[in-house]
């Protein structure tokens, strides 16, 4: 088990060693692609919100974008996702219709759930996506009765199932972690420490930082993993979904990542010096580090990254078009979907 370290004189914990996957061209570059999509789709819903078309709570995943994309490589078709709401970068991951993401950001009809969810609750059946919750670690214990679903029909798909440094000190978290080692479920529960509960630093919210060894007192083994780098998630993530699918039980991975905007849109972030994010971004940004492989490696050139960025920003600007035109719900979708 690959136990990080704390730099010195510094709350930035470093890089845990572990294993690296070996991509090739075409896994580099989807990786790559990707990253990017959520990357500018993101951007673009920061700047739609700040023109007052998105209303109530946006939480950005900018600088956490190796998480999923790493993740989503170790997965296959029938395993289900389910995260907290800082959850745009998830749903695009799992391959949902970036149109229909942001329609639901700005409260249109064809948004995933009507224009009536918004940026926290989200789902598609379709792609394995069963939310954004807005409550602190409410989707753990859901993620955990997924995997018991899939333990009791008896295919071999897993629950994977994202919550945050803050969201780790819940109680709940910890009766879904004895239930799921008791069941022997499988349930991967991928913890994504961005060093910040909202404004609270992690070394002065919890007695253990190193959130990996969360459920040694349920026997589950968990690692901790350089969630800026997208090969050494796809590395853990295989190794996790190995032991999940050989009938072992759950597996946590804490995924040491960094969030560059604030909590929300509303938060200015002044726990934190510019120094500090500027140091993550020069020197262990997710995606720059991916195009400086890809360059490296002759995967491409300059001017073939110029033409997937353009695609992408071309993608998103298409989203952010539809979203904007797309017409409100009607007002008898109010006493729809209601449960009584």
């Known amino acids: 088990m690959a136990v990080a370290k704390k730099s010195p004189n510094t709350e930035e914990p470093a890089a845990p060693e572990g294993p690296i996957a070996d991509f090739s061209k075409a896994q580099e570059l989807d990786a790559y692609r990707m990253m990017l999509t959520i990357r500018r789709f993101e951007e673009k819903a920061g700047q739609m919100y700040g023109m007052g078309l998105i209303g109530g709570f946006c939480h950005l995943y900018i600088g956490q974008e190796a998480v999923v994309v790493g993740m989503q490589m170790a997965m296959k078709e029938g395993d289900q996702v389910i995260t907290g709401y800082r959850d745009h970068g998830h749903m695009i991951a799992t391959g949902m219709d970036a149109k229909g993401v942001m329609a639901e950001l700005t409260g249109r009809t064809h948004g995933y759930s009507k224009g009536k969810g918004g940026s926290m609750h989200m789902f598609s059946k379709e792609k394995g996506f069963y939310g954004g919750h807005g409550i602190v670690g409410a989707q753990v214990p859901l993620g955990t009765g997924l995997a018991f679903a899939n333990r009791y029909r008896g295919n071999d798909n897993i629950s994977v199932t994202y919550f945050g440094d803050g969201a780790a000190n819940q109680g709940q978290v910890y009766e879904s972690f004895n239930m799921a080692e008791l069941w022997k479920l499988p349930a991967i529960y991928i913890i994504e420490n961005n060093r910040y509960a909202m404004g609270t630093s992690v ?83 997710p995606i720059d580090m991916a195009r400086h492989r890809i360059l490296e490696r002759k995967f491409a050139s300059e001017d073939e990254l110029k033409k997937i960025d353009a695609d992408v920003r071309s993608l998103v600007n298409e989203a952010a078009e539809f979203a904007t035109n797309d017409p409100e719900p009607d007002t008898a979708e109010l006493y729809t979907d209601i449960y009584r």
């Open 203 to 285: 070394t002065r919210a919890s007695a253990e930082t190193n959130l990996s060894r969360r459920g040694l007192s349920f026997n589950i083994p968990g690692v901790q993993v350089d969630g800026m780098d997208v090969r050494a998630v796809k590395a853990a993530g295989d190794k996790a979904a190995e032991w999940c699918r050989a009938g072992k039980g759950p597996f946590i991975l804490e995924m040491l990542t960094y969030r560059y905007r604030g909590h929300s849109m509303s938060d200015p972030a002044k726990y934190r010096t510019r120094e500090e994010v500027e140091k993550v971004r020069t020197m262990h940004d």
